[in-house]
């Protein structure tokens, strides 16, 4: 399956490592990016959520994403979406059709806080 006919393109932006520190710790590289066309974007519940920390308005915006099936993206990946930067919030689950064992797509939450 290629995703879904009318859906949008999200981006993967994954850090690409050059190396370990001392510590055994990926030293980040350089950003690699690959577009995944045919995504489904829907409000997560709560959509949003705000507050005032340290003087400042903190909003946290989620997304569920659902994304085709054998595409490539972990926990650690972000993404572009709709011009926005967001994180991968847990880990990215198959979603399979309990009526047809079809597996309909991978299912993520993206959540992107500001202030």
Same mark, same amino acid.
């Given at each position: 399956? #290629?995703?879904?006919?009318? =859906?949008?393109?999200?981006?993967?932006?994954?850090? =690409?490592?050059?190396?370990?520190? %001392?510590?055994?710790?990926?030293? $980040?590289?350089?950003?690699?990016?690959? +577009?995944?066309?045919?995504?489904? %974007?829907? $409000?997560? #519940? $709560? &959509?949003?959520?705000?507050?005032?920390? @340290? &003087?400042?308005?903190?909003?946290?915006? #989620?997304?569920?994403?659902? /994304?085709? +099936?054998?595409?490539?993206?972990?926990? *650690?990946?972000? /993404?572009?979406?709709?011009?926005?930067?967001?994180?991968?919030?847990?880990?990215?689950?198959?979603?399979? #059709? +309990?009526? *047809?064992?079809?597996?309909? @797509? /991978?299912?993520?939450?993206?959540?992107?806080?500001? &202030?």
């Amino acid at each position: 399956m #290629s995703g879904f006919p009318f =859906g949008e393109t999200v981006t993967v932006l994954r850090a =690409g490592r050059t190396g370990r520190d %001392i510590y055994g710790n990926d030293l $980040p590289g350089t950003v690699e990016e690959h +577009p995944v066309h045919g995504c489904v %974007i829907a $409000p997560a #519940s $709560p &959509g949003w959520n705000g507050e005032v920390t @340290g &003087g400042q308005d903190t909003v946290t915006a #989620s997304l569920n994403v659902y /994304l085709p +099936p054998d595409t490539d993206v972990r926990p *650690t990946d972000r /993404l572009t979406i709709r011009g926005a930067r967001f994180e991968v919030h847990g880990a990215p689950t198959l979603y399979r #059709s +309990p009526f *047809t064992g079809h597996r309909v @797509g /991978l299912h993520l939450t993206a959540r992107r806080t500001t &202030g």
